[in-house]
């Protein structure tokens, strides 16, 4: 891009020096065809400055094409790495975007898979000390009776036996509420 830059100054310069030569060329043509001369050799002269003229402004005119097609190649080709650069750095800066959207992503399926994993683990310890107290209430219960057996066993044998009525089993009257 510099280089280009160093281009187009060149140009430039060069084609400030054809103008100043133009700008000479034609007052020197102005002064010469403002001094009175013999009219043959005014003529020949007018005519060969007149043809310097023509040549030099032929020059000027292919100069400044040269240099506009020059500048405008250097414009479109600046313009064009500008643009490419541009593109190429949103494009990057989307990209990253992106990747670091996807690393937020993983990072939270990652987290929610480490809550599932204690979850689960949480859930088959809560299992397993539910099937143990089970277990040990179901064993309980079956020697539930056999240790109600053992008591009334015991305890029938070492107390008089009473006879019992009806009545005195049966609770007070007054302690059940009335039908109605």
């Keep these: ?19 100043s030569k133009l700008a000479k ?4 043509v102005h002064n010469s065809t403002q001094q009175p001369q013999p009219p043959a050799a005014a003529k020949r002269k007018a005519t060969t400055s007149t043809e310097t003229l023509q040549s030099e402004e032929d020059m000027t005119a292919r100069i400044i ?7 405008a190649e250097a414009l479109r080709t600046t313009v064009q790495t500008t643009v490419v650069n541009a593109v190429r750095a949103a494009v990057t800066e ?3 975007t992106v990747d670091s959207r996807l690393t937020n992503i993983e990072t939270r399926f990652s987290n929610m898979e480490a809550t599932v994993n204690n979850t689960v683990a949480g859930l088959e310890a809560l299992r397993t000390a539910t099937d ?5 209430i179901k064993q309980s219960m079956a020697r539930a009776p056999a240790i109600t057996r053992n008591r009334v066993t015991s305890h029938s044998s070492t107390q ?8 005195s089993n049966a609770p007070a009257a007054a302690s059940w509420p009335a039908p109605t």
């Excluded at 060329?25 to 020197?28: G, M, N, P, W």
């Excluded at 143990?132 to 040990?136: G, R």
């Excluded at 008089?160 to 009545?167: D, K, N, Q, V």
């Design 1 to 19: 891009m510099a280089t280009q830059q160093a281009q187009i100054e060149v140009l430039l310069a060069q084609n400030r020096s054809l103008e």
């Design 25 to 28: 060329a034609s007052q020197s």
């Design 65 to 71: 094409e040269m240099v506009n097609a020059s500048v």
């Design 94 to 96: 989307a990209f990253a």
């Design 132 to 136: 143990t107290s089970f277990a040990v």
């Design 160 to 167: 008089h036996s009473e006879p019992t009525t009806a009545s």
